[in-house]
């Protein structure tokens, strides 16, 4: 936020006006005898001067954008984080870009009445992401937590640093390069069926059985990524406690303690929260700790003995632009985001099948006319044979539309900028809400708050000419923010894209889903870097009927 004095400003301040008072008399208010006493008293009154610019008097009566449409309510100090904070995520964005009148952006209030500018319509997401994207960076606070695991990689870089690191790894990401990596996709999506098979054949008989779904699909993303970025098999399938395994689980699992080190961050400083005696700094320094040797282990075998690989460390190798420890921040970024990510969307794609069991019959339906069997060794699927599933990409791209995986992101000004007629100065932050736009009445029609993967499908079934469009029937491209748009994109969504499609497949051709409340929509949390059902998410399954 704005303001007109900071922290260290102000300590300043006290130590001039200190050795001032201290040069006049000794009856002189705020004076007192000694160096310390005067000090005291002049950055009290400077400490609580600074909280009520910046909690009270700036965003209530002296900033500029006051003005812009915002939501009702809100508390007299914490604004509107209390009632963020006790719904799911996205839900009240959702409401806001839908009910508040608006010319392309929403103001809001976070705690301490800290300003929020949403950007709603495709017009504004196009200046910020696009045609003005270097006038905002990503957020230096959120940058500095998730760089603490993930280091300085291109999720993470800003302005030159992030364009040169994306131009050098740009290769592995092109839709050429990652349609060679499905039948790695499906090698890993049928050991995941087999090991949920055997799971299941611990019962005599074949009836439901109660998992929890989110562990396996997260643990099939983390030996995909893992052999698909470095060439290195985590074997998290078949033992979820190996080393590489439990050292990731140790740093993404939204446990108590990751959920109440996430609270402390949006409170305290970074510097003070990793300085806290608390054991999810330890938990912290030990999972990267063994994570990182693990990609400088690889990385020093290929320098030795180098060997033809497809693998984002091969490409990443090849440019010759990053030394040993930039290669391994590229791998710690690839992990974080090509793991949690996925394992995310794969399992809200569980989720949908269960409240929506006539497309989970279409789509078994569809992938056993057209794909090998996953219980079936020896088998692998390409790239064209997953896109002749007009019923499966349009179910996976409106599992991406309607539960994106990352809700929201974050943006600060960097310079002095103006969208959609606002001047906008350095500092102020903005909130994109994804899961409002994804969900955006105006971008979407009237259905846009409905489950609906047919939005995706046009032609004749019957005909044979069904197939998938890329709009869903949106006004814009910036109707699907997703994977985000502009030089700042998300550069592994082919990857994604490819992997969910395949996982999905595996899992319905293999095994029936259900939950017996259709209703039922499971809470929600954000301690990581995605918005995932709390505590997973558990679901009945069976080995589906040949």
Not at 515 to 542: N, W
């Amino acid at each position: 936020m704005p303001g007109i004095i900071s922290l260290p400003s102000a300590a300043v301040l006290a130590v001039i006006g200190t050795v001032a008072l201290n040069n006049s008399p000794a009856d002189t208010p705020l004076r007192s005898t000694s160096f310390t006493g005067t000090f005291l008293k002049l950055f009290g009154i400077l400490f609580w001067a600074l909280i009520a610019w910046r909690v009270i008097l700036f965003p209530k009566v002296f900033s500029p954008l006051k003005s812009l449409p915002h939501p009702k309510g809100g508390g007299a100090v914490m604004g509107h984080f209390r009632q963020l904070n006790n719904t799911n995520p996205g839900i009240l964005h959702t409401e806001w870009t839908n009910e508040i009148p608006n010319k392309g952006l929403i103001r809001y209030l976070a705690q301490f009445n800290e300003e929020r500018i949403m950007p709603v319509t495709a017009a504004a997401l196009n200046e910020i992401l696009n045609l003005k994207n270097y006038s905002f960076i990503k957020s230096p606070a959120r940058g500095e937590f998730a760089g603490r695991i993930l280091g300085n990689g291109v999720l993470i870089a800003q302005g030159n640093t992030h364009k040169v690191q994306r131009k050098n790894l740009q290769p592995a990401f092109g839709f050429g390069h990652i349609k060679e990596l499905y039948p790695l996709f499906w090698t890993k999506a049928c050991e995941l069926a087999e090991a949920l098979r055997v799971k299941l054949a611990e019962d005599e008989k074949n009836s439901w059985k109660t998992i929890n779904i989110a562990m396996w699909e997260s643990r099939a993303a983390l030996d995909i990524i893992g052999v698909a970025a470095m060439g290195q098999e985590f074997h998290a399938i078949q033992d979820p406690n190996s080393e590489l395994s439990a050292a990731w689980s140790l740093l993404t699992e939204p446990t108590p303690r990751a959920r109440n080190a996430y609270v402390l961050g949006r409170i305290l400083p970074f510097s003070v929260v990793t300085r806290l005696p608390i054991r999810r700094n330890k938990e912290i320094e030990e999972g990267v700790n063994s994570i990182r040797s693990a990609c400088h282990r690889t990385i020093q075998s290929r320098r030795e003995k180098p060997v033809e690989s497809k693998d984002i460390l091969a490409v990443a190798m090849k440019s010759g632009q990053f030394n040993d420890d930039q290669l391994v921040d590229q791998l710690m970024n690839f992990l974080g985001a090509g793991h949690d990510t996925t394992s995310t969307a794969t399992t809200w794609a569980v989720f949908y099948m269960c409240k929506f069991p006539e497309w989970q019959e279409k789509l078994r339906t569809e992938v056993r006319e057209k794909l090998p069997n996953p219980l079936e060794s020896g088998t692998s699927v390409t790239a064209p044979e997953i896109n002749a599933c007009p019923h499966l990409l349009a179910f996976c791209n409106e599992v991406l539309r309607y539960r994106p995986p990352v809700d929201t992101a974050v943006r600060d000004v960097h310079e002095n900028v103006e969208v959609q007629g606002h001047k906008l100065s350095p500092e102020t932050r903005l909130t994109i809400s994804i899961s409002g736009v994804n969900r955006s009445k105006e971008l979407w029609g009237e259905k846009a708050l409905e489950f609906d993967p047919n939005r995706w499908l046009e032609g004749d079934e019957t005909a044979g000419t069904l197939k998938t469009n890329n709009s869903g029937g949106s006004s814009s491209n910036y109707a699907m923010m997703t994977f985000l748009h502009g030089p700042r994109s998300c550069i592994g969504q082919n990857f994604a894209r490819g992997e969910m499609q395949i996982l999905v497949a595996s899992l319905v051709s293999a095994f029936e889903f259900r939950v017996q409340d259709k209703s039922y929509e499971p809470p929600v949390t954000t301690a990581g870097i995605t918005s995932k059902p709390s505590g997973g998410l558990e679901v009945e399954v069976r080995v589906a009927a040949a």
